[in-house]
């Protein structure tokens, strides 16, 4: 059984819907540091993609240092090195760019955007949208 889920949408490839969900999971807390991780073969069957595919979903995962190979044990949830905040903004700074533009040709206005993050934030981190604006104000003085 795969311990996160995936929704497959047209648009995206196989490949980076199923990294996106595992790196969801593991970044929601739904899979934790040393959770095991699927195998090629049962993330091939499971997710009916090809071996292929997860061989290079896992390569990913591994590289990018969210998952490692414990020999004996198999695939796990690697333990998460601490970096600073201007660290983990810069790992999305593309991501930043490409929703900005987008929301600009879409006419929406900074605060519309801003408040559809919190909801999405709230929804994943469990924390009340007022929590989350008032931990912002915090970190801004």
């Known amino acids: 059984m795969i311990p996160f889920r995936v929704t497959f949408r047209p648009g995206g490839t196989i490949y980076e819907q199923v990294v996106y969900a595992a790196t969801k999971a593991m970044i929601s807390g739904q899979l934790r540091p040393g959770d095991a991780f699927p195998s090629v073969r049962v993330l091939s069957k499971e997710l009916k993609i090809n071996p292929n595919t997860a061989h290079k979903v896992i390569a990913y995962l591994v590289s990018a240092g969210l998952l490692e190979i414990r020999p004996g044990s198999g695939t796990v949830v690697a333990k998460r ?61």
């Open 81 to 141: 090195p601490q970096a600073s905040r201007a660290d983990k903004t810069k790992l999305l700074e593309e991501q930043f760019e490409e929703l900005v533009v987008e929301g600009k040709r879409l006419g929406i206005e900074l605060e519309d955007m801003q408040e559809a993050i919190l909801k999405h934030w709230k929804r994943l981190n469990g924390k009340d949208a007022a929590d989350a604006g008032r931990d912002e104000g915090r970190r801004a003085r």
